[in-house]
């Protein structure tokens, strides 16, 4: 849309004000808000959907909840009635993302692309509506610029501005190399937001950079600056470190239905809030209402069993949600899990521990010894399943652990 006069100033409706809230829930960093609204109330008086851009390079992915949060707000979109463009960067991928680097990524193959590529789709299809949602690869306008074209666009730009940048910045500091096809990659990233003509672009919050240069390169070339929303990065089931293989306190999109469904039983409560923002599909009144009520009497178990649910059935589907939640009633209530287990947080010092060293420092048993006896009498279970070996090394995560009849403890290994 051409900014060759000034947009005239629309009022704001109900339904506009009720879509900037859902918008604006759980969102990290939203520029510009009063341009958004105006979008959106422009929207609702013309009939024309608004162009809603994510673009993310084929990268092997890590395939957890994290990587959803974009997604989810993406849908929340297309059931407001816009268009969503799940942009591949088949062509910015060749070059590499230096975002949050100190080191230069070395480029994908052709091969790495198309396989990862396809890896993202399958991915994106779990929360995004294949109806509503328009695939398109960068490299449809980017194999077309050519040398000459990529230099106009390059002219565009200034170098101070982008080692402006703090990864480039961090870098150029440090003498550490910064390659030429590195500061290119913003450019490009922004260039898609011209060629698509979006109005608002998602990304993580280590995207700013990159997203706010799509705005600026939307006003040279007389569009219409889009909208920029960043999303928070999911903390895990630790509660303290952003959800990470590495870590091992995430949830994979392809995990059992009764293995998700227990690790989100596992939330503290406070966490749980949390994730009904950035990963549920309810709406903010229905959230605020499921609040009040656990505030006022209501045991936070159902909310939790209703985010539970609701992640099962989105990754698998609704019977295999209720069978989940069956299960953990057979595996937990029915053991007279009490209602109030104690959180405990221990300190790995490594990667892993043995169990008879967390049961003590979990102060299940006063030593080490006593737990492994515990052990060998068949006195120890762990998410519901009974510990047989007394040698058994955890990696890090959160568990559930029973010891004897009456000792319970959630136990989050950091």
């Not at 409706?13 to 105006?38: N, P, W």
């Not at 500091?173 to 698509?196: C, F, R, T, W």
Request: charged share 30%; glycine share 8%; aromatic share 6%.
């Amino acid at each position: 849309m051409l900014e060759s006069k000034e947009q005239k100033k629309l009022p704001v409706s109900q339904k506009v004000k009720d879509a900037m809230a859902l918008i604006k829930r759980g969102v990290d960093t939203l520029l510009i808000e009063e341009e958004l609204e105006q979008k959106l109330a422009r929207s609702e008086a013309t009939g024309k959907p608004l162009r809603i851009k994510l673009g993310l390079d084929p990268t092997a992915p890590d395939i957890h909840l994290g990587h959803t949060v974009v997604l989810n707000k993406l849908r929340q979109f297309q059931d407001l009635g816009h268009t969503v463009i799940f942009l591949v960067g088949d062509f910015t991928s060749s070059i590499g993302d230096p975002s949050g680097r100190n080191t230069t990524r070395p480029p994908l193959t052709r091969e790495q692309i198309e396989e990862n590529a396809k890896t993202y789709l399958d991915q994106a299809y779990f929360v995004l509506d294949p109806k509503k949602t328009e695939i398109r690869y960068n490299s449809e306008w980017s194999n077309k610029l050519g040398t000459e074209g990529m230099i106009r666009l390059a002219s565009r730009y200034t170098l101070a501005r982008l080692l402006e940048r703090d990864d480039f910045a961090k870098r150029f500091k440090e003498n550490l190399p910064i390659a030429m096809h590195e500061l290119l990659y913003p450019l490009m990233q922004g260039y898609d937001s011209v060629a698509l003509e979006a109005d608002v672009e998602l990304g993580g919050t280590d995207q700013r950079f990159n997203l706010l240069v799509g705005r600026e390169l939307q006003r040279q070339y007389g569009q219409e600056p889009q909208c920029i929303l960043t999303m928070p990065l999911l903390v895990g089931l630790d509660g303290v470190n952003k959800m990470s293989k590495s870590k091992h306190n995430y949830i994979g999109i392809t995990e059992q239905p009764n293995d998700m469904f227990g690790k989100v039983m596992s939330l503290s409560d406070d966490l749980m809030w949390n994730w009904f923002d950035l990963l549920s599909m309810k709406s903010n009144e229905e959230i605020a209402q499921l609040k009040h009520d656990c505030e006022n009497g209501r045991n936070p178990r159902d909310a939790k069993v209703m985010l539970a649910k609701e992640i099962v059935t989105r990754f698998h589907n609704k019977e295999a949600a209720d069978a989940a939640e069956q299960e953990f009633v057979n595996r937990f209530r029915k053991g007279e899990m009490p209602e109030d287990i104690p959180e405990v947080t221990v300190n790995a010092g490594a990667d892993k521990m043995s169990i008879t060293k967390l049961i003590k420092e979990a102060g299940l048993t006063a030593s080490s010894a006593e737990a492994g006896r515990n052990i060998e009498q068949g006195g120890v279970q762990i998410d519901g399943k009974k510990v047989t070996d007394k040698t058994l090394q955890l990696p890090l995560g959160s568990y559930t652990i029973k010891v004897g009849k009456r000792k319970w403890a959630k136990v989050h290994l950091t």
